[in-house]
């Protein structure tokens, strides 16, 4: 890595616990992302003292970003359209694809799997989920806000738990709230 700034990004991520098994069904208690590092661009993905996952922008402007599961890492790439693919860390044919719709939302497009949808689901712009094409509630993201630091809850309807794509869906959603919190000044 070229920049300081990915420096320590690698730092961090080195520095991480090693990750536990996403297995959404085993999951308990209150999963969280968390930017254990001030002004740093790296996070993670926890719950009862465990980490699932870790984030971490690749990019100057968090164009590019590396998601890393215990099964497995993959590329989350924004698009100059305001879309999202996601892909393999290897390469190939995107996984998983966001078209973005006004104010924000938008839809997601998982292979062969249905198209969902990505919405706010508040007054406020600090509640974003993921639903069904019925509209029916499957993931929520309650932001949290500290200085300098992003965060966010992360909430399961049961139909959720049995989808075999979860945990790109979590990661998926949280580019979407780190890029919608910073706003459009980048």
Do not use: C
Request: hydrophobic content about 40%; cysteine-free; aromatic content about 10%.
């Amino acid at each position: 890595m070229n920049t300081l700034e990915g420096r320590h990004a690698q730092r961090d991520v080195t520095d991480a616990p090693a990750l536990s098994p996403f297995v959404a069904a085993s999951l308990r208690g209150e999963l969280v992302w968390t930017q254990p590092r001030v002004m740093r661009r790296v996070w993670r993905l926890e719950s009862g003292g465990r980490t699932y996952a870790t984030l971490v922008e690749r990019s100057a402007f968090g164009h590019r970003s590396t998601i890393r599961f215990a099964d497995g890492s993959w590329t989350l790439k924004r698009l100059w359209t305001g879309g999202i693919h996601i892909t393999s860390e290897s390469g190939g044919e995107p996984v998983m694809r966001f078209h973005r719709r006004w104010a924000g939302g938008g839809r997601i497009e998982r292979g062969s799997l249905d198209e969902l949808s990505w919405v706010r689901t508040g007054f406020a712009a600090n509640r974003w989920g993921i639903r069904t094409s019925d509209q029916l509630p499957l993931v929520r993201f309650r932001i949290r806000r500290e200085w300098f630091r992003n965060g966010a809850n992360v909430e399961f309807e049961d139909a959720a738990l049995r989808l075999p794509d979860l945990q790109l869906l979590v990661a998926l959603g949280w580019f979407l709230v780190l890029h919608r919190t910073r706003g459009h000044g980048h």
